[in-house]
């Protein structure tokens, strides 16, 4: 099932949640889209080699955004979703992962989440927005769980 996520629905505290509950439903690698511009780039650096020992080679991944409809799928650059990486995540986007720091350093956005090498969510961090792919009984529990979804939003498709 394919619902949407809203970041005037989510509070930065709850997408961390979201997160781990990903983690712990068998989420095992994620991609982040980093800009280094001007003077940034030393936090970046430290930011994305402290990310090193996560890292999995390139392989093709579905993205939610693309300069054209053929490049949805492409080569992507991985690392391991573990409470780990999750921590550091955190502490470079201190306002969630809908949110980046216009820049910042790290400048850091457009998350995505992959359970088996198949695509469970991801955010365009500049949209606002962002996609979950669950299973009914997911679905459920993040219903139990008072999590906030929609049906769609008209910024963001999948």
């Known amino acids: 099932m ?8 989510i509070t930065p505290e ?6 781990t509950w990903c983690l712990e439903r068998g ?34 991944r579905r993205r939610l955004s693309a300069a054209t409809a053929n490049e ?9 979703l573990c409470p780990d990486t999750v921590e550091l995540l955190r502490n470079a986007m201190p306002d969630g992962i809908f949110d980046y720091q216009a820049g910042g ?7 995505a989440v992959y359970r088996g090498g198949e695509f469970m969510m991801g955010v365009i961090t500049h949209e606002d927005g962002g996609v979950l792919r669950v299973t009914p009984a997911e679905l459920s529990e993040l219903d139990r769980l008072g999590f906030p979804h929609r049906d769609d939003v008209p910024w963001v498709g999948y």
Do not use: C, I, M, N
């Not at 394919?2 to 629905?9: C, E, F, G, I, M």
């Not at 799928?73 to 391991?80: D, E, F, I, S, Y």
């Open 2 to 9: 394919v619902r949407y996520l809203a970041k005037s629905d």
């Open 14 to 19: 709850q997408s961390w949640k979201l997160l």
């Open 27 to 60: 989420a095992d690698e994620f991609t982040v889209d980093g800009l280094v511009a001007g003077t940034e780039g030393p936090r970046s650096a430290a930011f994305f080699a402290s990310l090193d020992p996560y890292g999995r080679p390139k392989a093709p």
């Open 72 to 80: 949805f799928v492409r080569p992507t650059p991985l690392w391991v």
């Open 105 to 111: 350093d790290p400048w850091l956005e457009d998350l």
